[in-house]
């Protein structure tokens, strides 16, 4: 008798605890902390923007949001990381345009478009071109036609090598019909000390990064890349008014595995887009200037504008050369 | 000017401004000793707590945590002998041996002296001649950096103890890893065998902890159940104070070094490391007793805890006169900055003088502060060394482990700590001086880059690093550097 009153109630006991757990398997996603990769460090443009949003963010989740630095390899090793955790939903990588010039040769074994769903655009920045403002130019035009004269003489400095700031440089002024030399710098700091101190003639930077020095009268800004004027530089022209066809921007989304179910990107999407409405983030918005295109762009979009940037990168990799 | 200085004194002597002080440098302090959180990450996560503050007490509390992290990071080399930054290694090779020989709390005594004594140097410097220093930074181009890192390597004669030659291999070998990982130049990579451990270079942390750290517990194990050497002879603070005359004696190598500092502190890329190494290297060409060195060499302990120190106001100056950041954690502050809705850059100090003059006295007493914060942690970290080695040495193996991880939240990290540990316990055990691989490692990239970069502004041609005056002189400075051991010699051997 005692024997199968035991058994009944370890039966009882078992039951209890598939029922406990179904019901915590179907419990509501989020339901522990969601962790965002950042594949860059401490303190640049990519962490920044990541924290703003966090920031934004945090009040509207249940669950921690705890953000990692991964850096190395050209923003590649956090991408492979995200590629190697589970599709649950739970990490979220922080993607830059760097990974799109990365998937026309990819360095590791993780891919953009193939391992990942966008869970939206968050920000499309605008470069600007800046000499210093010693410098004997005084407009573009000085500067191109300097560059056509002298071919590789013109010495423009940046970050990344091979990576976003040598192809956006490289690029722009090749559809000019200028070649440059790119000098590959560590950091925006160092790239900004060479130019003030007159060691190379500029760079093609994001604006925010600028806009200090430039109001301060140290550098002078010659262009910006984009279809129309930016408002905190009304002086400046863009590239559609100099008659060129080149408006592309430094670009930050997040995204997910692939194959994270579609409930959990959307409940992602839903409560991302409604960070970007708090008044942190507005606020990091407007001191960063990324309000004269619009960042946001729907998941589908995205993935558009992804593989648009992806075909864009890959002739332009071709023409210099870069890649066969 | 002396008005805003009377209004920044007067506005930090607010409560919250103290209070601000003292929990930026304790914060500072415990992420500086510990080495998972290094100081620019110290100053990241302090950050969000300042929103709400008024301007003034955010950096108050973040500027006294940025000096407080440079200051724990050296506790943790004298007493562990792991380096938290790749500055402390110098500190890590003469403070600790001193601890090892039970005297740590003077070693103690002199690293926070002197540190104390450099930044404040530094932020003196910086009150009177921003402007004049950001403009002689300025005059630094790749040229010139590559001088300076032949002037950094130069001093590896100095580094060797025993045998050059020992030294230079070691220090090739630290150029090698150097050379490991992506390109800076073309984004090609480099011996990583295809693998994505190697795909971002051996960072310093991870090769200096296995080299210095590990390897030194790895030798230890060798004797089981050792009582630790620093407990042998253990003195306390108070019976190891150190005595003016010493400071008297070793007067010249304090005002170099903190010039050194303050200067090389404010170019960007370079900073706190080469300064350090630079002001320790200066010191063992010019000690009276070379031989000392690598086994505890006091005067090499002051020469690079008051470089390292003074690299902060350099690092600063750049930042307020140019909106440019010399180091990680100044990069962080421009952040929090903006938060506050302030632009630092050459208007800064016209519009908004309460601000910049603020940062300096809070700079200047963050300082004091620090001072009197470690004297009284220090008690507590002493009594660490009355641990037996064997509980001892793991729970540094521990710190060893959490500090690499911490560097980029991956194993790999770790992995390759243990594999330079191996290879510093071959080293020890072969007698190579470690010192000479570190500084390889730390000054062969940025050598390399400089180099690559000066022949792409001269389109190839060498003569650019002879025909400008700063480069020729900092080239000619580095051979001389190598030749002065050659001439000095024959005369120490007459005297023998």
Redesign the interface.
Known sequence: MKRVRILFLCVGLIGLWIVGSWNIASAEYPERAIEIIVPF????GSD?AA?AVA?GLKPLLKVPLVI???????A??GM??VAQQPADGYTILAVTTSHLIDAVQP??RAHILRDFDPIMRIQWDTTTVFISAESKFETLKDLLEYGKKNP??L?FGGT????WA?IQTVAFFKKLGVEV?F?????G??T???I?????HGACEELAETL??V????LRAVAVIMEKRHPALPDVPCTAELGVDYTHGLMRAWAVRKGTPPDRIKYLHDVIKKALDAP?YK?FVQ??HLYARPGYLSPEDTRRYWEDEVRFFTGVLKELGYVK | MLEHYLTAFSTIFLPQNLLALCLGGLWGLMAGALPGISTSMGVVLLTPFTYSMSPLTAFTILVSAYCGGITGGSITSILFGIPGEPSSVPTVIEGHSLAKQGRAAYALWVFLLCSIGGGLFSVFVMMAATPLIANFALQFGPPEYFGLTMLGLSVVSGLSGGSVLKGLISCLFGIFLATIGTDGITGVERFTFGTTILLGGISFITAMVGLLAVSEILIEAEEPFQQYKGSVDYKGMRGEMPRVSEFKRHWLILTKSPIIGTVIGALPGAGATIAAFLAYGEAARSSKNPEKFGHGAVDGLMAAECANNASTGGSMTILLSLGIPGSNTTAMLIAAFMIHGLQPGPLLLGQRPDIVYGIFVAMLMANLFLLGLTIIGIRLFLQLNRLPYSVFSVAIMILCVVGAFGLSNNMDDIYLMFLFGLIGYYMRKYSFPIAPAVLGLVLGNLAELSLRRTLLLSLGDPLILISRPISAILLAASIFSILYPLFKRPKALKSV
Do not use: C, Q, Y
């Open positions: 460090g401490v303190g640049g920044t924290r920031e990692t630095n991964m850096p190395g390899g050209a590649t090793k492979l990381h360095k590791t590789r003489l010495k990344s090598p091979g990576g040598e030399t000098v590959p710098f560590a950091a700091a160092e900004k000390a060479a003030l101190g007159g060691h190379i200090p020095l109001k301060a009268g140290k942190v606020k001191d960063n």
